[in-house]
């Protein structure tokens, strides 16, 4: 079963431009982790945010947790054509991870 | 750099064949996870397995699927028989314990004729 739901489901934008993608959640969790996954490829982790953090950055992203809504927002700034892919939140649900169905992402060139 | 590796890449083969898929994990992870991706239902979790013993599988169709692992290098997942509805691509990934990053393999492609 799916734990976190992303939205939007697909956006497309201008290389340059930034991108953010939501995620909600449903029960309480521990942590919520954000992962990336080119055509082809296997999912990629790119940053974990603990539920007592409100916001996380590295390097162009910048991942923000609000407890009180269950919901998380991964922004990715000045945006490349190769950040084109699939974003996916996962959350700890019984002990292990639960990935929603993800934000397919184009950036444009 | 340490990676999780999957084989076979691809497989194609008739309905009603055994199906077996291997995960090699990364040395030192004490969790292994089986995923099942397709485009209607997204990325299912199919079984996960801590310090080799089974700790959920209850996403797996226990009739015909099957998971092990046999020692800390080798997670396998087995389709016996196998069906048109399980063409998907199949993840191995893992970790250092069920809620932290995980690693993916890149996944067996799966087609059932």
């Known amino acids: 079963s799916q734990q976190g739901e992303e939205d939007p489901q697909a956006l497309s934008i201008q290389e340059g431009e930034n991108a953010t993608m939501n995620c909600s959640y449903k029960?309480?969790?521990?942590?919520l982790q954000w992962y990336r996954q080119n055509s082809g490829r296997g999912l990629v982790h790119l940053i974990l945010i603990r539920s007592n953090e409100r916001e996380k950055h590295s390097g162009r992203l910048r991942v923000t947790l609000d407890t009180s809504k269950k919901s998380s927002s991964l922004l990715i700034t000045a945006s490349r054509a190769a950040d084109t892919a699939s974003y996916f939140c996962a959350t700890d649900e019984k002990n292990d991870m639960r990935f929603g169905a993800g934000t397919r992402l184009t950036v444009k060139p | 750099d340490a990676r999780v590796t999957q084989t076979p890449r691809h497989k194609v083969t008739e309905m009603g064949q055994e199906v077996t898929m291997r995960c090699q994990p990364i040395l030192g992870h004490n969790t292994v996870f089986w995923y099942r991706q397709t485009m209607m239902q997204g990325l299912e979790l199919l079984a996960y397995?801590?310090?080799?013993?089974?700790?959920?599988d209850s996403g797996m169709p226990k009739d015909r699927f099957s998971a092990e692992m046999p020692d800390a290098t080798l997670a396998t997942l087995k389709i016996q028989p196998s069906e048109p509805r399980d063409s998907a691509v199949y993840f191995c990934?893992?970790?250092?314990?069920?809620?932290?990053?995980?690693?993916f393999g890149d996944g067996t492609r799966l087609s059932i004729l």
């Open positions: 397995f801590r310090n080799r013993a089974p700790l959920d």
């Open positions: 029960t309480s969790i521990n942590n």
């Open positions: 990934a893992s970790g250092l314990n069920p809620n932290q990053p995980q690693h």
